[in-house]
């Protein structure tokens, strides 16, 4: 688990504007049934008390292999 300060950079970076991009493993997705996000989406961003940070827009989904 996280520290609760890596935790608070982490939201700072993203409200900030400096963290841009996630990355999560396709079969993840697929194994829980989940629809992979789209281009237009949006979520909201919990801070570690459950409460709205921010709301984040993907603006480019792309796949890619670990491997690669």
């Not at 237009?40 to 961003?45: L, P, R």
């Not at 570690?48 to 603006?59: H, Q, W």
């Amino acid at each position: 688990a996280a520290s609760a300060a890596s935790r608070l950079i982490y939201y700072a970076l993203v409200v900030a504007g400096k963290k841009t991009a996630t990355c999560s493993a396709l079969w993840e997705w697929e194994a829980e049934g989940n629809p992979v996000t789209q281009v237009g989406s949006f979520w909201i961003v919990l801070d570690g008390r459950e409460e709205p940070l921010c709301i984040v827009e993907a603006v480019e989904v792309a796949f890619r292999r670990y491997d690669a």
